[in-house]
């Protein structure tokens, strides 16, 4: 698939905000002291605007972008129609919350707004990997990896957001320190794992399957055992480009692979980790440490856009997807 700026900024910076409200939520439900008070409505508004910068930033992927609110349209079938009402309904509650953490406003309204909080961002976090998750022409996202790696990179990414603010200056930060190593380790582990399952050729889709004849063809047996003949793309039906050559016939050169995965492991890994191991808190650093972050999950929604191979490219000479 072709990736298209606009859909890798929206998954990346809607993951971080989402994972920023939900850990917002997690502290003011349990009062956990990873933050001072004063702070909670400060973060809160960090990750709303995360997440709608992310959701604006996807109607720039429309041929018209005034058409976007049909997104609302279809709740009952469509992921992409859940994520739009769900993200509304986080927005109206977030802003509330964070109204009553300004205010310092304790007891049950906190609780249940919180609750709330935590719910919506990670309804709305699956609801977005689930748009490309239930994909079934593209075997490499129709996997239980997708949402599993959304929502770890989300919170991984937010997790440090909250570090960045907390600094270590809370009395017990420290254990979100510890959060945020179990995260990474977490998403080493994720990634792995999507990594390999979306290598493996077991589910494959081939042109045989593609047009009912999975095993082949077989003459009509008269004597021995007749030869298996296999389906051969005879002409792909255009002698220029299309909207499918274009938008589902992306090759992503092996060089360009090689350097976004190497961004992802460094800056999107290595470089957040020394900073929390190392603990160093100039403002530099701490910038440097999160906006790496981002990067490095840019260019890992980077390829995991330019992988996905739909069934569509065996119909224009692929042997199998």
């Excluded at 990346?12 to 702070?39: D, K, Y």
């Excluded at 720039?60 to 005034?66: D, I, K, S, T, V």
């Excluded at 077991?202 to 042109?207: E, M």
């Excluded at 490095?296 to 490219?313: C, K, M, N, P, S």
Aim: overall charge positive; hydrophobic content about 55%.
């Amino acid at each position: 698939m072709k990736p298209a700026l606009s859909i890798v900024f929206f998954t990346v910076a809607s993951g971080a905000g989402l994972g920023v409200l939900a850990l917002v939520g997690f502290v003011a439900l349990f009062h956990l002291p990873w933050l001072f008070p004063e702070a909670l409505p400060k973060v809160a508004a960090i990750g709303l605007g995360l997440t709608m910068a992310g959701l604006v930033s996807s109607t720039l992927h429309l041929a018209n972008p005034r058409n976007a609110w049909r997104a609302f349209s279809r709740f009952r079938t469509s992921w992409l129609s859940r994520e739009a009402v769900f993200s509304l309904a986080l927005a109206g509650v977030v802003i509330v919350f964070s109204a009553l953490l300004a205010m310092e406003v304790d007891g049950l309204p906190r609780r249940v707004l919180a609750l709330l909080t935590i719910a919506l961002a990670w309804i709305v976090l699956v609801c977005t990997a689930m748009i490309y998750g239930s994909l079934k022409p593209i075997r490499q996202w129709h996997t239980r990896w997708t949402p599993l790696a959304y929502f770890v990179l989300g919170h991984w990414s937010g997790a440090l957001i909250l570090l960045a603010v907390a600094r270590y200056d809370a009395s017990n930060s420290v254990r979100l320190a510890h959060l945020c190593l179990a995260l990474a380790v977490l998403a080493v582990l994720v990634k792995a794992g999507y990594w390999r399952a979306s290598r493996k050729t077991d589910g494959a889709a081939t042109l045989e399957r593609a047009i009912g004849v999975a095993q082949g063809v077989r003459p009509p047996i008269t004597t021995g055992t007749p030869s298996v003949m296999q389906a051969r793309l005879l002409d792909a039906g255009h002698g220029g480009r299309t909207f499918l050559t274009d938008e589902f016939i992306f090759r992503l050169a092996r060089q360009r692979r090689a350097l976004l995965l190497a961004m992802f492991w460094i800056a999107g890994i290595v470089v957040p980790l020394v900073w929390v191991i190392g603990a160093w808190w100039q403002t530099p650093i701490v910038v440097g440490a999160c906006l790496a972050n981002l990067i490095g999950l840019l260019a890992e929604r980077t390829l995991f856009f330019a992988d996905a191979r739909h069934t569509v490219r065996l119909y224009h000479g692929d042997s199998r997807t």
